[in-house]
């Protein structure tokens, strides 16, 4: 079967905006600083490996002047042997060849406090003594230890630090997610949303551990070994050297530059294309039932493998441009060292001049290098902070008041007083002037089409949403007055569509109600006809629900909900008719259970059967967002209008 493989493109989301190199880092700062502490341990230790480089260097010039000088010396010795100068003039000779040149200073210094303590660090021949070769045998090491602590500390306190700002910004991000509203809610792709909280943060990760490391320890190398450098120009009189290091060391920054916005670039693009990917797995997966029933595996297969080429093409851009700088770099590098060694030859420098300053010269490549690639992971980096600030800086949260009501207990009648309510994205109102009341005690219905407003009635009775205009009120206080926690701990729902989480049936019923006992468990799974089919499976209460509870049957999930509601016990309750989609004994068993948590509470209830609502108190019909007709069932009946087609509608069916 020939494939076809659609266009899969990132939709970007409606709080997606750009952020600044200093804003996006900035807030990133306002993480790590928390554990800062640590932070500076590890970039102090990253600072220090580059003092251990200053020994290495320093032997460097005084070698590679014992070997000119001693073929200094020789040289006299031979022209004596051949009748051109003395035998008696040549160790004068190689003597004032010995003072001419002379020892490093810091190496003079150290000769002369070695001859104090009675330490001769050269023998009579002015050749390596054995003192001074057992203190190189056991300095070296030492430097070699030190420097493999320092970065064992630096790479670990870095690393520390990096996964703990990664976690504690994941934390943030799920926290202000939940915190939102429904509208948000209803407006995002959560699939997408998922892979902002999972793998952009990975991408920070980088930022902090690799990017900060090498940023404690290349800068360092790099002013270790050009202030070597510089020393060496003028111990050596070779300033005109420090003239070209000055012209010369900017351009290694060339290539980083002109090559950083492509890399931002197609990073983000990376980035957002990953979300599709992430998005396609989250929609496969929740509606792998509609995707079994219809036979479309190999169609959701290739928009799945579209997805990932797209994601993979934008993917390699970005790693063509970052591997593009390393060799940049490199090449820039070489030109200059090139130009540097034909200067030299030019000027008749000598090899132990050239040495001293080519070896710093040579290892400033690798944290230049370094320096290169910390470019490219700066902009991976700020095109996922650019994504995480987007989520975090969009505010759809429903507002609590400064001074917000505290409210226990719910006494006398709820007040939907001229409230109107739109979505968004939509273009009439969801609810239009709806006014009643909701007596405590008393059972109010609402039906209607679908779309009529139903839905989104108890939604704001909820408060899932504040009213565009008009108030709710309890007792008198309005909804937005009362503290959120105490409005919810008043307010319990069942709804159509029953999802469970993925945990024990103990746990699904005790949700929200986390002090509750076992005991107090089973009770309210009794009361709500449960226990029976959980006891007669294996692990009972222990047993796992599954995926969204799909390891239960819809009544048996039904029930479960109902169990988790009687047991957080609410004085009102909101019912989104929960036995519609039910076989006629399992609607029974539902149908009782509701019944028992209905008793003494003040209810509100969603009718689609309209036979489990004969008995309400108050039934409300609803079309196009308004309140029609109002009244029992018998008023409504006898009324002749809207209630009574659909009632009749129902019977014929």
Same mark, same amino acid.
């Given at each position: 079967?020939?494939?076809?493989?659609?266009?899969?493109?990132?939709?970007?989301?409606?709080?997606?905006?750009?952020?600044?190199?200093?804003?996006?880092?900035?807030?990133?700062?306002?993480?790590?600083?928390?554990?800062?502490?640590?932070?500076?341990?590890?970039?102090?230790?990253?600072?220090?490996? /580059?003092?251990?480089?200053?020994?290495?260097?320093?032997?460097?010039?005084?070698?590679?002047?014992?070997?000119?000088?001693?073929?200094?010396?020789?040289?006299?010795?031979?022209?004596?042997?051949?009748?051109?100068?003395?035998?008696?003039?040549?160790?004068?000779?190689?003597?004032? $060849? +010995?003072?001419?040149?002379?020892?490093?200073?810091?190496?003079?210094?150290?000769?002369?406090?070695?001859?104090?303590?009675?330490?001769?660090?050269?023998?009579?021949?002015?050749?390596?003594?054995?003192?001074?070769?057992?203190?190189?045998?056991?300095?070296?090491?030492?430097?070699?230890?030190?420097?493999?602590?320092?970065?064992?500390?630096?790479?670990?306190?870095?690393?520390?630090?990096?996964?703990?700002?990664?976690?504690?910004?994941?934390?943030?991000?799920?926290?202000?997610?939940?915190?939102?509203?429904?509208?948000?809610? $209803?407006?995002?792709?959560?699939?997408?949303?998922?892979?902002?909280?999972?793998?952009?943060?990975?991408?920070?990760?980088?930022?902090?551990?690799?990017?900060?490391?090498?940023?404690?320890?290349?800068?360092?190398?790099?002013?270790?070994?050009?202030?070597?450098?510089?020393?060496?120009?003028?111990?050596?009189?070779?300033?005109?050297?420090?003239?070209?290091?000055?012209?010369?060391?900017?351009?290694?920054?060339?290539?980083?530059?002109?090559?950083?916005?492509?890399?931002?670039?197609?990073?983000?693009?990376?980035?957002?294309?990953?979300?599709?990917?992430?998005?396609?797995?989250?929609?496969?997966?929740?509606?792998?039932?509609?995707?079994?029933?219809?036979?479309?595996?190999?169609?959701?297969?290739?928009?799945?493998?579209?997805?990932?080429?797209?994601?993979?093409?934008?993917?390699?851009?970005?790693?063509?441009?970052?591997?593009?700088? @390393?060799?940049?770099?490199?090449?820039?590098?070489?030109?200059?060292?090139?130009?540097?060694?034909?200067?030299?030859?030019?000027?008749?420098?000598?090899?132990?001049?050239?040495?001293?300053?080519?070896?710093?010269?040579?290892?400033?490549?690798?944290?230049?290098?370094?320096?290169?690639?910390?470019?490219?992971?700066?902009?991976? $980096?700020?095109? &996922?902070?650019?994504?995480?600030?987007?989520?975090?800086?969009?505010?759809?949260?429903?507002?609590?008041?400064?001074?917000?009501?505290?409210?226990?207990?719910?006494?006398?009648?709820?007040?939907?007083?001229?409230?109107?309510?739109?979505?968004?994205?939509?273009?009439?109102?969801?609810?239009?002037?709806?006014?009643?009341? =909701?007596?405590?005690?008393?059972?109010?219905?609402?039906?209607?089409?679908?779309?009529?407003?139903?839905?989104?009635?108890? &939604?704001?009775?909820?408060?899932?949403?504040?009213?565009?205009?008009?108030? =709710?009120?309890?007792?008198?206080?309005?909804?937005?007055?009362?503290?959120?926690?105490?409005?919810? +701990?008043?307010?319990?729902?069942?709804?159509?569509?029953?999802?469970?989480?993925?945990?024990?049936?103990? /746990?699904?019923?005790?949700?929200?109600?986390?002090?509750?006992?076992?005991?107090?468990?089973?009770?309210?799974?009794?009361?709500?006809?449960?226990?029976?089919?959980?006891?007669?499976?294996?692990?009972?209460?222990?047993?796992?629900? @599954?995926?969204?509870?799909?390891?239960?049957?819809?009544?048996?999930?039904?029930?479960?909900?109902?169990?988790?509601?009687?047991?957080?016990?609410?004085?009102?309750?909101?019912?989104?008719?929960?036995?519609?989609?039910?076989?006629?004994?399992?609607?029974?068993?539902?149908?009782?259970?509701?019944?028992?948590?209905?008793?003494?509470?003040?209810?509100?209830? =969603?009718?689609?059967?309209?036979?489990? =609502?004969?008995? /309400?108190?108050?039934?409300?019909?609803?079309?196009?967002?308004?309140?029609?007709?109002?009244?029992?069932?018998?008023?409504?009946? /006898?009324?002749?209008?809207?209630?009574?087609?659909?009632?009749?509608?129902?019977?014929?069916?």
């Amino acid at each position: 079967m020939a494939r076809h493989r659609g266009s899969v493109d990132y939709r970007k989301e409606f709080f997606d905006r750009e952020y600044g190199a200093k804003e996006a880092y900035g807030r990133l700062w306002s993480y790590a600083r928390r554990y800062r502490v640590r932070l500076f341990a590890g970039i102090i230790c990253g600072m220090l490996t /580059a003092g251990t480089l200053v020994p290495f260097f320093g032997v460097i010039q005084p070698a590679l002047e014992r070997v000119e000088n001693r073929q200094e010396k020789t040289a006299p010795d031979q022209a004596a042997q051949d009748g051109t100068v003395s035998a008696a003039q040549a160790p004068e000779a190689g003597r004032d $060849g +010995k003072k001419a040149k002379g020892l490093a200073k810091d190496y003079g210094k150290v000769r002369k406090i070695a001859e104090k303590v009675g330490i001769d660090l050269q023998d009579e021949d002015d050749a390596l003594g054995l003192p001074l070769l057992f203190l190189i045998i056991i300095v070296v090491p030492v430097v070699a230890l030190a420097r493999c602590a320092l970065l064992f500390l630096n790479h670990y306190c870095l690393a520390w630090v990096a996964m703990r700002s990664i976690r504690d910004i994941r934390v943030d991000v799920m926290k202000h997610v939940q915190e939102q509203s429904m509208q948000f809610h $209803g407006r995002i792709d959560v699939g997408q949303l998922m892979a902002r909280c999972t793998n952009d943060p990975n991408q920070l990760k980088l930022v902090l551990q690799r990017v900060v490391q090498e940023l404690a320890q290349a800068p360092f190398e790099i002013a270790v070994s050009v202030g070597f450098i510089i020393w060496s120009a003028v111990q050596n009189h070779m300033l005109p050297t420090l003239g070209m290091l000055v012209i010369g060391f900017p351009m290694f920054m060339v290539p980083v530059v002109a090559l950083s916005k492509k890399i931002r670039k197609w990073s983000k693009k990376s980035l957002e294309r990953f979300s599709v990917v992430g998005s396609r797995i989250h929609e496969v997966l929740t509606c792998i039932r509609v995707v079994k029933a219809y036979d479309t595996e190999e169609f959701e297969s290739d928009k799945f493998e579209s997805a990932n080429d797209q994601t993979l093409k934008a993917t390699l851009k970005s790693v063509r441009w970052g591997l593009l700088v @390393g060799p940049a770099v490199e090449t820039v590098g070489i030109f200059l060292i090139c130009g540097f060694v034909v200067w030299c030859y030019f000027e008749n420098v000598k090899l132990s001049t050239i040495v001293p300053m080519l070896a710093p010269l040579l290892l400033i490549y690798r944290p230049l290098k370094q320096l290169s690639k910390i470019q490219m992971q700066v902009e991976q $980096g700020r095109a &996922a902070l650019t994504r995480l600030w987007s989520v975090m800086d969009v505010d759809m949260r429903l507002p609590e008041a400064a001074n917000p009501v505290s409210k226990a207990s719910f006494c006398g009648k709820i007040v939907f007083d001229d409230v109107s309510f739109r979505y968004d994205t939509a273009d009439r109102d969801a609810v239009s002037h709806a006014s009643f009341e =909701i007596p405590r005690g008393k059972v109010v219905a609402v039906v209607g089409g679908t779309g009529s407003g139903k839905s989104t009635m108890s &939604a704001l009775l909820a408060r899932f949403f504040d009213p565009a205009s008009g108030r =709710i009120t309890m007792d008198g206080v309005d909804l937005r007055d009362i503290r959120i926690k105490d409005l919810r +701990k008043l307010i319990g729902s069942v709804q159509q569509e029953t999802l469970l989480f993925n945990d024990t049936i103990e /746990a699904n019923i005790r949700y929200g109600s986390p002090g509750a006992t076992h005991d107090e468990v089973v009770a309210a799974a009794k009361m709500a006809n449960a226990h029976d089919f959980i006891m007669a499976q294996p692990g009972g209460y222990s047993r796992i629900a @599954g995926e969204k509870g799909f390891a239960l049957s819809g009544g048996e999930r039904q029930r479960i909900a109902i169990a988790r509601a009687i047991l957080r016990n609410p004085p009102i309750l909101i019912l989104d008719e929960a036995t519609s989609a039910l076989d006629t004994v399992t609607e029974k068993l539902v149908q009782d259970a509701i019944n028992n948590l209905m008793k003494d509470r003040t209810t509100f209830a =969603i009718a689609h059967r309209l036979s489990t =609502i004969r008995n /309400a108190d108050t039934i409300l019909v609803m079309q196009n967002g308004e309140i029609v007709e109002r009244g029992t069932h018998d008023e409504l009946y /006898a009324a002749n209008g809207v209630y009574r087609r659909l009632c009749d509608m129902q019977h014929q069916n």
